[in-house]
């Protein structure tokens, strides 16, 4: 059931939020075992919740905003009170002591929160076999990673256990794995949602944003959680046409940028986006276009994020919270308590951060990547001045098997080649589902592809987005 | 290249410890991944003016400024909660950390 057909159900009294909340919380004993989406279950309190906004409801209150909505939250996210850990031992016993802004804004709209959920710890990964609670499995073929890092988020959606999550996104986490689920995922403009309470991984780049089923769901969730907040600097108040909820038509013209369809993509993955251009084709004008830096996306990525990791983590060093081991001397709490408590491709990120930020290096490698980053984000503004919104594959291959890529950094960090130049832009994208790709062992899997818009126009991926998405009733 | 010594040295850098097994794999895997960004070399960035590349933020940022006002932030007991190591001195709680000076510690 979709945030909207529940509104209609609860309007009409056909369903009560009690029910519906303890619908999903069955499935969720019965299913979390194989999928391992959610870390924690807050039974109890989604079920008193639930019952409060049923008597407000049945006192005469009509069903707005988020009322009585199931939503599944990323590890993390702080709410207030709970466990958060980012899926780490470090964090394993740390309580949130305040609300993430996105939370104030959902428990004000009446959402109910189901539980947190299995991530890459620290949101460290594109599989979520970084966290240190075992890897979540992808809801239509276990033997095959969910993505990540919102792994967690994504397959609960998938799964059918959660009507909606929260996910964020650095380099592609809440977009790869809602591909890879099958799933609606919308990572907004950088600075339309406060970080507030949203662990920071690298800063510049980090946004959170919705899982949904829908875009029309993603959308009324977005709407609900951006907006200036007085404890993100760089959050904004949005303005335009997103902000009014313009509803008549802002796109026309779409582009295709070449780089995104060289080899390295699964020719599958391809015939289904194919289809869909020339599908869009017969009422919009499709525009073959250029972006020339994507090719140094990924290497640029991966300076600015070990290098904003490296100051980040520095905050987890068992004196504050979390974990504390012992030692002869500082020193070694500080080392044996982050050894112990940090899982490897976080101290790989933090030790590479390290090395590209030190004395001799800094020029060759963060400065000339601050220079690039320049140089996509400005490909991106010209590409806008011809086309609206740009059409791109979301990942370069369908769900990949657990355990095929771990061994591997760098393969493990190619799987996010499509999705990294947007949030190195800042601009807004949505991936959502747009077909079936058959595997040898007759497992079929999801096929995500991206709407890229320019900054603060998340209103153009909500248009042509639910145009697609009818396509499938 | 990256050698041995490097990666001790930046373990020490970092504060963050590797097993011998990890460390070995280590260095492998930070050769692969400097490798693969060596590729930025050949990006043309002339046309970069320093001053944009400094403020290489995802959006267009300016500085806003807040009035200066003294606000008082309620200290919420989880956050004492979630310390480490603490105790009742009999005047208050007192937050206990490792010794900084000298190599007596905890």
Redesign the interface.
Known sequence: MTITEFHDALKNKKTSVRETVSVYLDKIKTENKKLNAYLEVFEKEAVAQAEEIDIRIQSGETPSGLMGVPIAVKDNILI??HIVSAASKILG??????DAFVIERLKKAGAIFLGRTNMDEFAMGSSTENSAYGPTKNPHDSGRVPGGSSGGSAAAVGGGIAMASLGSDTGGSIRQPAAFCGVVGLKP???AVSRSGLMAMAS??DQIGPITQTVADAEAIFNVIRGKD?MD??S?ELGGPTAKRRTDRQVQKIGVPREYFTDGLDQRIKKAIDGTIEKLGKNYEIVELSLP?T??A???Y??IVPAEV?SNM?RY????????K??????E????S???G?G?EV??R??????VL?HGYYDA?Y?????????I?KDFKEAFKEVDVILAPTTPTLPFKIGEKAK???SM?LSDIYTIPV?????PAISLPIGWAEEEDSVKLPIGMQIIAP?FEENKLFELGKIIESWKQ | M?SKE??EH??????????EE?TKK?AK??Q???G??????E?D?AG?ASA???M????D?KN?F?KDEEITHPL?P??I?????KFDSGHGTYLK????LG?K??
Not at chain 1, 350 to 355: D, E, S
Not at chain 1, 423 to 427: E, K, R, V
Not at chain 2, 56 to 59: C, D, G, H, P, T
């Open positions: 207030r009170g016993n740390y309580v949130a002591s305040y403009t950088y600075g510049s780049l007085e600097a760089t904004v830096h090719k140094y990924l290497a640029c991966y300076i490296s520095a060093d068992g004196i504050r919270y979390g974990v504390r012992e030692g002869i001397n500082l020193l709490v500080y080392k044996k982050r050894g112990e940090i490897l101290r790989r933090i030790l590479l951060g390290t090395y030190s490698y400065t000339k990547a601050q220079k690039v980053r320049v140089q984000k591997d950094p760098l960090y949030n190195l832009a800042g601009i900054h | 990256i490097d990666i930046l373990k020490d850098l970092a504060r963050v410890e590797f097993g990890e280590l895997d930070m692969d991944i400097l693969y960004i060596d590729i930025l070399k990006a960035v970069v944009s590349w400094r290489a933020y995802s959006i940022l806003v807040r919420p989880s956050l909660d979630s310390f480490p190591e950390v490792p010794a900084i190599e510690s905890l």
